[in-house]
């Protein structure tokens, strides 16, 4: 594909990513209301919330499968039609115990749309430029992410199921851009078995960073605003400290993504990985509630710097028709240990406020460093071919690093 054409498509894949994930966060901050007016008691909205966790875990390898099998664009525009019509459920009169399979469904498609969208980025464009790409894609799934609850201002718990059923449109027209984008699928001979998948030091290395990532999400989604509460935070500084570290992600995440292309990848992986633990166990000896404020800016600069690294070398050296199973176990990894963190924090929390943070920053590190460990025969960094064709001298004749 010519570089005006994968750019055509990035955009689109950005506006589609982005356009899903503020959709799938528009009602999100009072979806437990409405399942509470729809007779759901305490444990029961505790089961559909998890659904969405549980159904990510469960299927995000067998897409990344199919993607690779049959096409990534068949992946996306089926899953964005199947989110759609899972959204329009909300309006359905039925008790909260039948919400669960909508949210599963939910879950299971959110997550086929990342790892298509992420496999086809790593098919369309060079490893030379990959993280520059993938960056973008990050970021418009955390801007949608960021936004989505914002935007759902305007819904109240009596029109959440017609809110849900206006993303479900918005996803419907989404998935006719898909159809119409290129991913990279015209040039695969589909009448060709799939190539086996390279168990090697850049996917096991990948994986492991994947897992780390997970871990250090999982406790923030259980304790980070038990923490401010114990800490007398007010509602304001617990809904800022999210916006806090969202933001610098979104305006960072192209350098991070130039960082990936043009340092040794693994360095600026281990540095963001260290990062985040450390400031995951700093945070509980911090009873300054503005101060966790500007930490939490400062973590969201490591992460947004690092990120994109860890994604380059988990498709480093791949075959086209191995993306989408790469994109899934990678996937499945985060979720896993996301919902694994999430499920323990809380126990341990009530045991001491800084248990789970100081359990899992040295985890994390310790995963961080077995990471590095597998990709230490990897090259860290990517010769453009282009680039290096274009200069003159003995230098035009430099091997492309895989």
């Given amino acids: 594909m010519a570089r005006r054409d994968a750019e055509v498509t990035l955009r689109r894949l950005t506006v589609i990513v982005g356009l899903q994930w503020m959709g799938a ?71 909260a115990p039948w919400l669960a399979l909508t949210r599963a469904v939910q879950g299971a498609t959110a997550g086929s749309i990342e790892v298509a969208s992420l496999a086809a980025v790593a098919a369309l464009v060079p490893e030379a430029r990959r993280g520059r790409a993938v960056s973008r894609i990050l970021a418009a799934q955390l801007f949608g992410i960021a936004i989505g609850p914002v935007a759902g201002v305007v819904a109240t718990v009596r029109t959440l199921g017609w809110a849900f059923f206006a993303t479900g449109l918005v996803s419907l027209g989404v998935a006719v851009v898909a159809a119409r984008t290129d991913l990279g699928d015209e040039r695969a001979r589909r009448d060709e078995p799939l190539p086996p998948l390279q168990w090697n030091s850049r996917l096991v290395g990948s994986l492991v960073a994947a897992s780390a990532s997970g871990l250090t999400i999982g406790v923030y989604e259980a304790c980070w605003t038990l923490l401010m509460h114990a800490h007398h935070a007010t509602s304001l500084q617990i809904r800022l400290s999210w916006t806090f570290f969202g933001l610098p992600w979104i305006v960072l995440a192209r350098i991070g993504g130039w960082l990936a292309d043009h340092a040794d990848r693994r360095l600026v992986a281990l540095a963001g990985m260290v990062n985040g633990a450390l400031f995951l166990a700093l945070y509980p000896h911090i009873h300054n509630n503005d101060v966790m404020l500007a930490l939490g800016s400062l973590e969201s600069i490591g992460a947004a710097l690092s990120v994109p690294s860890v994604s380059s070398m988990l498709s480093q050296g791949a075959a086209s028709r191995e993306l989408g199973r790469r994109q899934g176990l990678y996937a499945t990894s985060n979720t896993a240990a996301l919902s694994l963190a999430a499920a323990t924090s809380g126990f341990l929390f009530t045991m001491n406020e800084a248990l789970p943070f100081s359990v899992v920053a040295a985890v994390s590190t310790a995963l961080a460093l077995a990471a590095v460990y597998r990709w230490r025969t990897v090259p860290g960094r990517v010769t453009d071919p282009v680039a290096t064709t274009a200069r003159p001298g003995p230098s035009a004749t430099r091997p492309r690093r895989d």
């Avoid at 009072?30 to 875990?57: K, N, S, Y």
């Avoid at 089926?78 to 899972?86: E, F, I, K, P, T």
């Fill in 25 to 95: 966060t528009f009602g999100l901050p009072l979806l437990p209301l409405f399942l509470e007016h729809r007779d759901g008691t305490p444990a029961v909205i505790g089961l559909i919330m998890a659904a969405f966790f549980v159904a990510g875990v469960v299927t995000q390898f067998a897409f990344g499968h199919l993607a690779d099998r049959f096409g990534r664009r068949r992946i996306l525009v089926g899953s964005l039609v199947v989110y759609a019509l899972a959204s329009m459920t909300y309006l359905l009169p039925v008790s």
